[in-house]
């Protein structure tokens, strides 16, 4: 079962901040963000993995909460360079660490 | 250049036509992974590989096969192509990071440009 992702879609002015949260209905092993501008192939952002340890964008931040399955994406002051839609692959604790199911993704447009 | 390739770009073809969409990547990434991508759907794996000779299915591997006799390479085969099968696909590699055992995970994951395949 896919990861639900929230919201759908968000539009923003320059400069401002957003949210973009992963939530799965089973226990994680690891979280996965990557974006996708259109026309182009997804390209990686943050893991996060059980226990605490993350890899990841200097210039963003996400959080993985093990207890309620979710994972956020933190983008502060974005840029037109964010734009994009932005997905979440979950590996889930007791499968396999390599067999990722992604969200439907969320559409994130910054505005000048 | 670090990259991976993917051929053809793009394919039209007619339900029941074997097919092969070719992934190579010259990282020597251990993991190798297929997606297919649809409007609304997101990404959905269908294969991966986490080394020669080792794969397992995704989420949505009917209809579709793979090998890994290569480390480079990891072909996508449609042996009897039908309209629903019409996407864009993408092939992925990436390093296994290894915490420990049975710890390890796909890292960093490089995306290829894209097979948008339709079935007529």
């Known amino acids: 079962q896919q990861p639900v992702q929230s919201p759908q879609a968000v539009i923003l002015r320059e400069g401002e901040d957003a949210v973009i949260n992963c939530s799965s209905s089973k226990a994680l092993y690891s979280v996965h963000w990557y974006r996708q501008k259109h026309g182009e192939a997804p390209v990686f952002l943050m893991i996060?993995?059980?226990?605490?340890e993350q890899k990841g964008h200097e210039k963003i931040s996400a959080s993985f909460n093990e207890k309620k399955q979710q994972s956020s994406l933190y983008l502060t002051a974005s840029q037109l360079s964010y734009s994009g839609t932005y997905f979440c692959?979950?590996?889930?604790?007791?499968?396999?660490?390599?067999?990722?199911?992604f969200g439907k993704g969320t559409l994130l447009t910054v505005n000048p | 250049e670090a990259q991976v390739t993917q051929n053809p770009r793009y394919l039209i073809t007619v339900t029941g036509k074997k097919l092969t969409v070719t992934c190579s990547q010259n990282?020597?990434?251990?993991?190798m992974s297929w997606y297919r991508q649809d409007p609304g759907l997101g990404l959905r794996q269908i294969y991966y590989?986490?080394?020669?000779?080792?794969?397992d299915k995704g989420d949505v591997p009917e209809g579709y096969k793979v090998s890994r006799k290569e480390k480079r390479n990891f072909p996508l085969i449609l042996e009897s192509p039908s309209p629903n099968q019409t996407s864009l696909y993408f092939c992925?590699?990436?390093?296994?990071?290894?915490?420990?055992?049975?710890?390890?995970?796909?890292?960093?994951?490089?995306f290829g440009p894209g097979t948008r395949l339709t079935v007529l």
């Open positions: 692959g979950t590996a889930d604790s007791g499968g396999s660490n390599y067999k990722l199911t």
């Open positions: 992925a590699s990436s390093f296994n990071n290894r915490r420990g055992p049975g710890q390890g995970y796909p890292d960093t994951q490089y």
């Open positions: 996060l993995l059980k226990g605490g």
């Open positions: 590989s986490m080394n020669v000779e080792v794969t």
């Open positions: 990282m020597n990434h251990e993991y």
